[in-house]
């Protein structure tokens, strides 16, 4: 079955999309936990970080340039933060990897 990401990324259910190209799709969380709060996900599906490879490397490398850009096109000088949860227990709601982008606010640590 597919995950709800599988569905944005086929279009099958809308999203605030904010960047795309042929590896990646990144949109505005519909959940927010910060004034900015963008998911940024492969189109390939990966659960998680335990199910990556080797191979899934220059995928990962280029999700995290998608963030910096992302970062910087919505004007986020004053600072971000990073997260992907991994197992229930890390907080993962949703099996396919994906990078929060949250800011707009100062984020505490630790984050709970």
């Given at each position: 079955m597919a995950?709800?990401?599988?569905?944005?990324?086929?279009?099958?259910?809308?999203?605030?999309i904010?960047?795309?190209?042929?590896?990646?799709?990144a949109f505005r969380d519909i959940n927010p936990q910060a004034p900015t709060h963008v998911l940024?996900?492969?189109k390939r599906e990966i659960?998680?970080?335990?199910?990556?490879s080797p191979s899934d490397g220059p995928l990962i490398g280029h999700l995290f340039v998608v963030v910096r850009q992302i970062a910087q096109q919505l004007g986020l000088s004053d600072g971000?933060?990073?997260?992907?949860?991994?197992?229930?227990?890390?907080?993962?709601?949703?099996?396919?990897?994906?990078?929060?982008?949250?800011a707009g606010r100062s984020l505490s640590w630790p984050p709970g």
């Open positions: 995950t709800i990401f599988q569905k944005i990324i086929d279009k099958q259910i809308p999203a605030d904010v960047y795309e190209d042929d590896q990646c799709l940024v996900i492969p659960k998680s970080i335990d199910a990556l971000y933060r990073t997260v992907i949860n991994c197992g229930r227990d890390g907080g993962q709601s949703v099996d396919h990897i994906h990078i929060h982008l949250l």
